[in-house]
């Protein structure tokens, strides 16, 4: 079991910072970033861990919005906006559990380690 978490982890690594749509590397590391810089103890690694997932899901939405084609009529981006919405809470539906805490794992180690340096250089 821990052998596949550790594959499930390894594997949204590999599929989020390492394919090179930057785009989705981008959305990534900001979220990352903020949140590790928005946290200042390590008992906060959670809350920041889920505020970094968040940030992440909201950037693949305007992503996908901003990506579809441009509507012909101003009720047409309403239509789209929903569209997007229900295509990416059915893309979160079907997540898998074990891929959503290997996300969950990935974002955490990565936001503890800018966390550690942050700490490091603050002490100065």
């Known amino acids: 079991m821990l052998q596949s ?67 012909a009529e101003p009720s047409g981006a309403a239509s789209r906006l929903s569209s997007q919405f229900e295509s990416s809470l059915s893309q979160f539906m079907n997540m898998q559990t074990g891929v959503l805490l290997a996300y969950f794992l990935a974002f955490m180690v990565l936001i503890l380690v800018l966390f550690g340096l942050k700490s490091l250089l603050s002490r100065g």
Request: charged share 5%.
């Open 5 to 71: 978490i550790l594959n499930d982890v390894t594997g949204v690594l590999s599929a989020t910072f390492l394919t090179g749509d930057w785009i989705a590397l981008a959305i990534a590391s900001v979220s990352v970033l903020a949140a590790a810089l928005l946290m200042q103890r390590g008992g906060q690694i959670a809350s920041m861990t889920l505020l970094a997932l968040f940030l992440f899901a909201l950037g693949g939405y305007v992503r996908g919005f901003l990506r579809g084609p441009a509507p």
